[in-house]
């Protein structure tokens, strides 16, 4: 089986100690702590509709994506997003999925923020042509996804287990390896975002509460989408690699994605 590269731990704070974790149990626990704060919310009804993105924010952003091929997000589209939208309306809120009101499936590599748009432009075209031919080991991998984390607002599909199969080594390293580029190249002038994250795609937001039932939602769709996704992966497809501003990304889709200014 292949080994995970120069990337086998992290170190974490477990019940208030400091401690080396192997990466299946880093994953695990965000997981967990991601689906937590989502029931946090679901409970307390204080989760805030998502109204679109904010173009103020990603204008000071250079962002770096691996964006899927259309048969893996026809399938994230038919086996999770679709079911689970029709889920949320059948439970009283409405939910923005990727292709209509997010980006198309996809997953964030790293973004670089700036103190402002002109720091931004100035940086992305020196190294811009870097972070794309660093990031290009990516182009054809597969990443499956078997988690769903409900986390709120937001809702996303994790790769469980970075050391579970051939497949979830080969993604997680292309992953890493394509992070660490990023900050090695960064001048220092850039705060770096999604450094070490859990490997996720985004399938939905909150955007319309009518009369929810959260909880009855969660627990449905654990289990149906959830427990098919833990016996039956999503596998995703890396078709290119995004470089650009945070307003690029969007623009590129529709405009309309930004939230009213």
Known sequence: MASLHEFPSLTGVVDGTPRDLDLTTVFARRIQAERALG??????GSVIPFAGYDYASLIRKIVVSAEFDEPSRDEIATTVTQPLAHLAHAHGFELGIPGEMLLPSHVTLQIIEYDSDQ?????????SPYLESSASVMEGLVI???????????????????AGTDETVRAYNG????????????SGEGLLRTDSD????????????????FLSFVAEANH???????????RAKVA??????????????????????
């Open 144 to 162: 499956p996804f078997n988690s769903l984390v409900l986390t709120g607002t937001r809702m996303i599909l994790c790769m469980g287990n970075p």
């Open 198 to 213: 859990i490997v996720h795609t985004s399938i939905g937001r909150v955007t319309r509460i009518d009369e929810p039932n």
């Open 240 to 261: 290119s690699i995004f470089v650009g501003s945070g307003v690029q990304q969007i623009s590129k889709v529709s405009p309309q994605l930004f939230a009213k200014r």
């Open 39 to 44: 029931l946090a919310q679901y409970r307390s």
């Open 175 to 186: 992953i890493e390896q394509s992070r660490w580029a990023v900050r090695h190249v960064n």
């Open 224 to 234: 149906s989408i959830g427990a098919r996704l833990s016996f039956s992966p999503v």
């Open 119 to 127: 720091d931004m432009q100035g940086n992305l075209g020196k190294i």
